[in-house]
């Protein structure tokens, strides 16, 4: 590790294959906690190459436990985090709606990092009890559509970096690294990022693959489509910025999607939702984000015959169907 600091103090960058090499050595504990942290706090003070992202991703992806659903074609709807805003959970719910439309989702996710209840949390307090075991998630995605992959019992090579990571307090490049990972390989993504240079990044990663993406970044900092403002979009064959009126939604403010102060409160927005008693600015939210991953089957589909298959999945209950038909195979 010591000559790897002294090259990253040198201000230079590392190749990929020294990037997944670190990161290996990191899950095997062969470096104690003062090198990690030096290690994880260069990149607090400079942005992150794409090879050194990849390396990294490799590594993790190399490490994970594997799970494979035979080709199944899938989407993960999520985002980074670590875009401040406490939203409420706007990518889980799309999620749902996806399933209830007759799309298959492969879920990625964690607890929350910039708000109260991340993914993991919103599940829990309903009673899911996460698993890894490919048996029961296959049940999952065979029968309501959507499994759930809880990122730390896929990742056992990041234990030893969490307490780092959660004494230091601050977004790493960790957080950059979650929707890269998913054990299951998705062909499709729809992800949410909270910076255009991680945009960027994802997109130059993206197209080194087969896999059919939407990268989504509000210009106003929300890592998924807000209706706030303005958000970049940027697909296998295009990018855009798209204004609330591409979606056919007007702009609404941003107290309008604040996800509460507590899990409670959260998971009240969420079932409210489902159930269809959420607020006008919050359906469309959630119609906005999942429409775009409906768009990952089919880029050639107008957003607008996509918005409809959305709001038809929530309308018609078979967003709750999908929802309540996940939590009964727990």
């Known amino acids: ?34 090198q990690i942290a030096a290690f994880i706090c260069v990149y607090l003070m400079r942005n992150i190459s794409v090879d050194e992202l990849a390396g990294f991703r490799d590594a993790l992806l190399e490490l994970c436990v594997q799970v494979d659903f035979d080709g199944t074609p899938a989407v993960d709807l999520c985002g980074t985090g670590g875009d401040g805003k406490n939203t409420f959970n706007i990518s889980t719910l799309a999620c749902f709606v996806v399933a209830g439309a007759g ?16 993914s993991s949390n919103v599940l829990e307090h309903f009673g899911v009890k996460f698993t890894n075991r490919p048996d029961i998630l296959r049940m999952q995605l065979d029968k309501a559509g959507i499994c759930f992959l809880h990122a730390p019992l896929f990742h056992p090579a990041l234990k030893s970096v969490g307490p780092i990571r959660k004494e230091l307090g601050v977004k790493t490049f960790f957080n950059m690294l979650g929707p890269l990972v998913n054990p299951a390989r998705p062909a499709y993504q729809s992800v949410g990022v ?27 900092g929300y890592d998924e489509v807000s209706l706030t403002g303005p958000v970049k979009i940027i697909s296998n064959h295009r990018e855009l910025i798209a204004e609330p009126d591409y979606f056919g939604m007007p702009k609404q403010k941003q107290e309008d999607i604040f996800g509460g102060n507590t899990v409670p409160e959260a998971a009240a927005i969420f079932a409210d939702i489902l159930e269809n008693r959420g607020t006008i600015p919050q359906v469309n939210t959630v119609l906005a984000n999942a429409a775009l991953a409906i768009q990952c089957f089919d880029q050639e589909m107008d957003i607008r015959t996509c918005i409809d298959i959305a709001a038809d999945s929530l309308h018609s209950g078979n967003a709750q169907k999908a929802f309540r038909t996940f939590l009964e195979l727990q």
């Open 1 to 34: 590790m010591k000559a790897i600091l002294n090259q990253l103090f040198e201000h230079q960058k590392l190749t990929r294959e020294q990037a997944r090499d670190v990161l290996v050595r990191i899950s095997q504990n062969e470096y104690n906690p003062s």
């Open 194 to 220: 909270f910076s255009l240079h991680l945009a960027r990044l994802y997109q130059y990663l993206h197209e080194q693959s087969a896999k059919q993406y939407a990268i989504i970044h509000a210009l106003d």
């Open 103 to 118: 799309y298959k989702v492969t879920k990625h996710g964690n607890y929350g990092v910039s708000s109260v209840s991340g």
